[in-house]
């Protein structure tokens, strides 16, 4: 880890100290400075770095006993936060990425509908256009942390008239 970013994450341990800071103060500011996603752009928690930065970053702290985002909001964190930063607008990351990070915003998962589970390609939710928006018209099940959750990520089925429409959780 460079030193640099040993020096950065000392700094913000000797600036809000985990025993005494809130957990959401601790993490907004861990975000704010670039010390969310290390290896994420800096628009969107991160410092440009590499994941071994991350994770050399996310054992200081956790050996400092700093609260650690995932563990409240697993599916945000391990999920959706790589997709909103993947293929989200600006928008998208200035608006999700730290709520999502301090866990004021819960996420889940919908794929698993009652009548699929491994064989994505058979699911029936179907993504409609409406305006500038998306409506979602079928059922989802199992989907873990729902009952907490302000927004969900969602894999609506394939158009029937798109190509691969024989994909599996298996193949
Ligand atoms: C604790 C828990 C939390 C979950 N949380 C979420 C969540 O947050 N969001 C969400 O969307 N889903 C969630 N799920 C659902 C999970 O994703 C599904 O259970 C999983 O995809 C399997 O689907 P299924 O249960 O319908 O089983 P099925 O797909 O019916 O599979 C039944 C059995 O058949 C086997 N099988 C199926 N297809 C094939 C194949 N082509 N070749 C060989 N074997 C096959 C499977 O391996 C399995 O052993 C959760 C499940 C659990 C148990």
Known sequence: MSA?????????????PPA???AKEFLGAQFDRGLAWLHYPKDCGGLGLTP????????RLAAAG?????????????????TIVSHGTDQHKKRYLRPLFTAEEIWCQLFSEPGSGSDVASLSTRAVRDGDEWGLNGQ????????LSKFGCSWPGPTPTSPNTRASRHS
């Open 66 to 82: 700093a609260p650690i985002s995932g563990v409240k909001n697993p599916i945000g964190y391990g999920m959706c936060a790589p």
């Open 52 to 59: 071994k930065d991350q994770q050399l970053a996310q054992s």
């Open 140 to 147: 989802k099940v199992w989907t873990t942390l729902a009952h």
């Open 20 to 22: 005494t800071t809130p």
């Open 4 to 16: 640099n970013v040993e020096e950065l994450v000392d700094e913000l341990l000797a600036d809000l």
